[in-house]
């Protein structure tokens, strides 16, 4: 089946520690983006990817990176300068010009 | 800084009847629009796009776009209570180079009663 795999479904940060969320897509989608959502909030977009090794910032990427080294994964790292990393995160692809699918999301809460 | 913007609700409609949804956005130059609806605790899910002005109807959802205005809606009929979610409006004003750099609204509430 053709999709997008987040995973993992929860993950609890440690202070001080960096944790990777996973995005894979089986759909040859060119792009990729990373959102977050908090409670009662819409979506911020965080980093996307057009393109292979390109990748730019979207309106909240401090704290986070990311990397596109190959087309069907774009992985983000939430680092220990995130200070308030607790939030619903969602991975969303699509061809360049269309409409963004997305994964289920992670869950990510401090410990 | 562009901005979308939705009532946050709830609406509340009885089951059978019409909800109607309203998103009005800050950049005129946006040429793509989207409704994605997100149950609780689950991701957004795409039901509409719409590229023009005008409406687009799929099912029992239309779409109503109004450039001059800058708002876009989205009709659902014979509502029903699986429909109860949260509906995001989602707008796409920056074409150049390529990509979707979507707008996120905060998302309407709908509350379908028996």
């Known amino acids: 089946d053709g999709g997008i795999t987040q995973s993992p479904k929860y993950l609890f940060r440690k202070e001080g520690q960096n944790v990777t969320l996973s995005c894979e897509q089986n759909l040859n989608h060119d792009a990729m983006y990373w959102y977050r959502q908090d409670p009662g909030q819409g979506l911020r977009l965080i980093y996307y990817?057009?393109?292979?090794?390109?990748?730019q910032k979207g309106d909240i990427a401090e704290g986070y990176s990311v990397s596109r080294e190959k087309k069907e994964s774009f992985p983000l790292t939430v680092t220990s300068a995130q200070k308030n990393p607790t939030a619903f995160y969602l991975c969303?692809?699509?061809?360049?010009?269309?409409?963004?699918?997305f994964g289920d999301g992670t869950r990510l809460s401090i410990l | 800084q562009k901005e979308v913007e939705q009532n946050s609700g709830p609406l509340s409609v009885p089951e059978g009847a019409i909800a109607s949804l309203n998103c009005t956005y800050s950049?005129?130059?946006?040429?793509?629009f989207f409704w994605y609806r997100q149950y609780s605790g689950k991701s957004p899910e795409l039901i509409m796009s719409?590229?023009?002005?005008g409406d687009k109807e799929d099912g029992r959802f239309t779409a109503q776009l109004n450039k001059a205005s800058q708002y876009v809606s989205l009709l659902i009929r014979d509502s029903q209570p699986s429909d109860s979610a949260t509906y995001l409006c989602a707008v796409n004003g920056d074409l150049t180079g390529g990509g979707n750099k979507l707008t996120f609204g905060t998302g309407t509430q709908l509350k379908v009663e028996l």
């Open positions: 950049d005129r130059g946006s040429q793509s």
């Open positions: 990817s057009q393109i292979v090794n390109d990748f």
């Open positions: 969303a692809s699509s061809m360049i010009n269309q409409p963004q699918h």
């Open positions: 719409i590229y023009s002005n």
